[in-house]
């Protein structure tokens, strides 16, 4: 048995794809959270892997990451508890009834033939206005999350930092090795569609997704017994908006943007303040000193990644008591981009004791 026996453990987390998603260390990760946490924040949630396993152990938990297309999948698998599409929504999803009615062609004008064809470039103009007509934001958030989930399965590498897209879905090898490669983004919607309905429960908590910087977030947060933290670790492929883009764009359906290179990536970026060497050890301090009243941290840490292991443990040690558990990739890339042979590190940190003497 991998998982406490508790029946949220029966429910199962879409598998992601991801750059850096924990999904494969959950049974570790797992292990090392305290007893007796109430409320639990997972900051840096991407995929929501972790989010989720806290949901499964029937925390309230509070779930963020600064990129809208991670908080829609926040909204519709965490803070979500009752709602899923049905096939008629789905086919509404798909239908052209609005058609003539939404005049945005944002995907048509930008990514006709950079990852995928200009028919499908329309279809998902036309599915994107559908989204906005549905009545409920859990809904459209699950819709979100369909459509995104099935851009990075159609994909070559299941991100979008590439232009080999559709030099793939038109060679049979790949296809071979990959037949979503040369499926409509439709028919792989419509697969998927049971596992995310099928990843929604009820915890019988009060759970929340946010869509902040959590630098910004952290100060509105309180009563939490247990957070986790999954920076981009810089050096190793930490700009996700270079890597996802086109999901943030489908969300955004940006208007105030310019569309820059051969992937069409929107500029201007958003603040991460945890992609860039020159930042992260100044907001590492800034994470940390406001979550001093958070009794218990988890900390993903890569043994590639800057600052090293040594210097981070030194600055945690300012705040908690600190041990380091490791496991190592053994084989296919390690995460967050790093080589087979990378070490996965987590960081368990607890309050200080401190000790009464009684005099
Ligand atoms: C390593 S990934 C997290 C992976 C996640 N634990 C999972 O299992 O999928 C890091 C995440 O941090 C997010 N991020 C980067 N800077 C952020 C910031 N300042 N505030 C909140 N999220 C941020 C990125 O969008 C990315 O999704």
């Known amino acids: ?7 949220y ?24 959270i305290p007893k ?11 995929s929501q892997s972790v989010a989720y396993l806290f949901k499964q152990n029937g925390f309230k938990t509070i779930t963020n990451d600064f990129l809208n297309f991670n908080h829609q999948i926040g909204l519709s698998l965490i803070e979500n508890n009752n709602f899923t599409l049905s096939k008629e929504e789905l086919e ?4 052209n009834e609005n058609i003539n009615k939404n005049n945005s062609s944002l995907f048509k004008n930008v990514f006709s033939n950079v990852f995928f064809d200009e028919e499908q470039a329309i279809f998902l103009d036309k599915v994107r206005a559908n989204i906005d007509l549905l009545d409920n934001q859990y809904k459209k958030a699950l819709a979100f999350t369909l459509v995104n989930r099935s851009l990075t399965r159609k994909v070559t590498m299941g991100h979008f930092a590439h232009n080999q897209a559709i030099n793939y879905a038109n060679n049979p090898e790949r296809i071979k090795r990959n037949p979503n490669l040369a499926r409509h983004v439709k028919d792989i919607i419509s697969d998927i569609f049971v596992l995310y309905n099928n990843a929604i429960f009820n915890n019988e908590q009060d759970n929340k997704s946010y869509n902040e910087n959590v630098l910004e977030l952290l100060p509105k947060l309180d009563n939490i017994d247990l957070a986790y933290y999954d920076p981009p670790y810089c050096d190793s492929h930490a700009d996700y908006q270079s890597f996802y883009h086109l999901l943030e764009t489908f969300v955004e359906y940006w208007s105030d943007k310019e569309f820059i290179n051969t992937t069409r990536r929107y500029e201007p970026k958003r ?10 050890i100044d907001s590492l301090n800034q994470l940390f000193a406001l979550s001093k009243d958070i009794p218990n941290w988890l900390i993903s840490w890569n043994n590639r990644s800057y600052p090293k292991v040594k210097e981070l443990e030194k600055i945690l040690k300012q705040y908690k008591d600190v041990s ?5 990739y053994l084989n296919g890339r390690g995460g967050k981009g790093s080589v087979a042979g990378s070490r996965e590190v987590l960081f368990v940190c607890k309050n200080k004791l401190s000790i009464n003497i009684g005099l």
């Open 324 to 328: 380091i558990e490791t496991q190592t």
């Open 36 to 46: 007796n946490i109430r409320t639990a924040f997972d900051g840096f949630a991407g």
């Open 1 to 7: 048995m991998l998982f406490a026996d508790n029946t």
């Open 9 to 32: 453990f029966y429910y199962k987390f879409p598998e992601p794809q991801y750059l850096g998603a924990k999904y494969i260390w959950l049974p570790w990760i797992n292990r090392f």
């Open 92 to 95: 509404f999803i798909f239908s």
């Open 271 to 280: 603040y991460s303040g945890f992609d860039k060497k020159q930042l992260i």
